[in-house]
């Protein structure tokens, strides 16, 4: 029974020991797992920071790009736009240098069309002018009557009176086309307006209206010039009765109302002493002007000018192209003539 105790006993403290041992490998294989463990998440922390600049980088870059891009899309968005313009710029030109080409052989078709042999051109064949008529024109003497208030010039010479004329052979007049003013005609007459922007008012500005209605007072001309293209400006006749009687400084002003008659007076335009037999009103509300005979020739030549183009404008002249474009230089040698200090007078 004794040694029965001791063998349990011994089994005892065997499985012990073993227990023992078996925990303590245990312990040891999960401090060896937990280690691993600690090592494989660091390295994940390591890739994982990698990987966040790699991302931080990727996306600066992308911003840099996306910038450059636009700034290059802006620019060759001018580029294309100054390019656009030029191109314009210069299909304008052209076209205005094409229409120009046209409207020249328009006119020279025009002319060649009217020339036959039974009836040549003398336009185009000026051999066949006589010597009369190739000189310079002049001007038959006399005197020509004119009742009209407008003070514009007749189309045509009126008869001469019999008492003043000397016996002198009356010579024909003739015309010949410019094609470059025939031109500038054509091209304002497919668009017509007031405006100076076209090569045709322009240069009637220029040569005719500007001289003509340029006075000593430029002040006060420039102010009739614009009354004149507004439309504004009034010209009437004044009775001797009701002419100012004051001294010619009074009278630069604009001549004040209510005063008696007096037989000469101070152009408001010219400044010079003359008997004003006619006045003009700048608008609705301005104050009279007194001006000469002289005066008034240049202002009414000009008025008809424009009254005359406005009429083109509105459609209210049926005739054709080359019809107008004469009418046109006869105003505007009317205004010339007028600038050069030619006028007709009233008589009676």
Request: some cysteine; overall charge positive.
């Amino acid at each position: 029974g004794r040694g029965h105790g001791d063998l349990s006993r011994l089994r005892s403290s065997s499985l012990e020991i073993k227990e023992k041992e078996i925990r303590e490998k245990g312990s040891e294989i999960l401090r060896e797992q937990l280690d691993a463990a600690k090592k494989e998440l660091k390295l994940k922390d390591k890739e994982c920071e990698r990987l966040s600049q790699v991302r931080n980088q990727l996306e600066q870059e992308l911003e840099e790009l996306t910038a450059s891009l636009f700034e290059e899309a802006h620019k060759m968005v001018h580029e294309a736009n100054v390019k656009q313009a030029a191109a314009e710029k210069q299909l304008k030109e052209a076209q205005g240098k094409i229409d120009v080409l046209q409207a020249e052989v328009t006119a020279l078709k025009a002319l060649v069309l009217t020339s036959t042999p039974s009836s040549p051109n003398r336009q185009l064949h000026p051999q066949l002018q006589s010597s009369g008529t190739r000189g310079a024109y002049k001007h038959v003497g006399g005197h020509i009557r004119n009742k009209s208030a407008s003070g514009a010039f007749p189309s045509s010479l009126g008869k001469p009176e019999p008492s003043s004329v000397s016996v002198q052979p009356v010579a024909k007049e003739d015309r010949e086309m410019d094609s470059v003013l025939y031109a500038e005609f054509l091209m304002w007459k497919e668009n017509p307006s007031l405006e100076r922007s076209s090569a045709f008012l322009s240069r009637i500005y220029r040569e005719d209206i500007g001289p003509c209605l340029s006075f000593t007072r430029s002040e006060l001309s420039q102010l009739v010039q614009s009354a004149v293209e507004n439309n504004s400006l009034t010209v009437e006749p004044v009775a001797m009765s009701a002419l100012p009687m004051v001294k010619a400084s009074a009278i630069e002003c604009g001549g004040p109302n209510g005063f008696r008659a007096a037989i000469e007076t101070k152009c408001a335009l010219s400044g010079m002493s003359r008997l004003c037999r006619h006045r003009i009103k700048l608008g609705d509300k301005g104050s009279y002007y007194y001006i000469s005979p002289s005066s008034r020739a240049r202002i009414t030549a000009v008025c008809n000018f424009f009254t005359y183009i406005r009429y083109i404008q509105q459609g209210l002249v049926r005739h054709d192209a080359e019809q107008m474009f004469w009418e046109v230089m006869r105003l505007r040698r009317e205004m010339t003539v007028a600038k050069l200090g030619f006028y007709l007078t009233d008589e009676g």
